[in-house]
């Protein structure tokens, strides 16, 4: 079993910064794929950014420029570097890591933290 916690949400007003942790412990393939999700009060969950263990980076088109997502491997923690916070990004973030082995998918969610940007 893999358990996720994330850290760093909070408080900022529009143009600001914060930096937001995922910490995981459990027994994880090495190679893989972990992510920032977010939900907006009404809204679907959608994915803000991923990098894999190789350290390939993806981006919603609406974070480009402004997020940078990194990953320590030996600590087994990924990182979500926001810059220039928008109103439109207030969400509830989550933080994933996924594999598969042998046809078998994993998938694993950690237990939110919010992220408000006050205009």
């Known amino acids: 079993q893999v358990q996720l916690v994330e850290s760093g949400g909070g408080l900022v007003q529009a143009g600001g910064s914060l930096r937001l942790s995922c910490a995981a412990s459990g027994s994880m393939l090495s190679i893989n794929v972990m992510g920032w999700y977010r939900q907006a009060p009404g809204k679907q969950r959608e994915l803000v950014a991923t990098?894999?263990?190789?350290?390939?980076?993806n981006y919603a088109d609406s974070v480009k420029g402004r997020f940078t997502i990194s990953r320590d491997n030996a600590k087994k923690t990924v990182y979500l570097q926001m810059n220039s916070l928008k109103p439109e990004d207030t969400a509830v973030y989550y933080c994933?890591?996924?594999?598969?082995?042998?046809?078998?998918?994993?998938?694993?969610w950690g237990q939110g933290t919010q992220v408000t940007a006050s205009a």
């Open positions: 994933n890591v996924a594999w598969a082995y042998m046809g078998n998918p994993r998938n694993y």
């Open positions: 990098i894999t263990s190789g350290g390939t980076e």
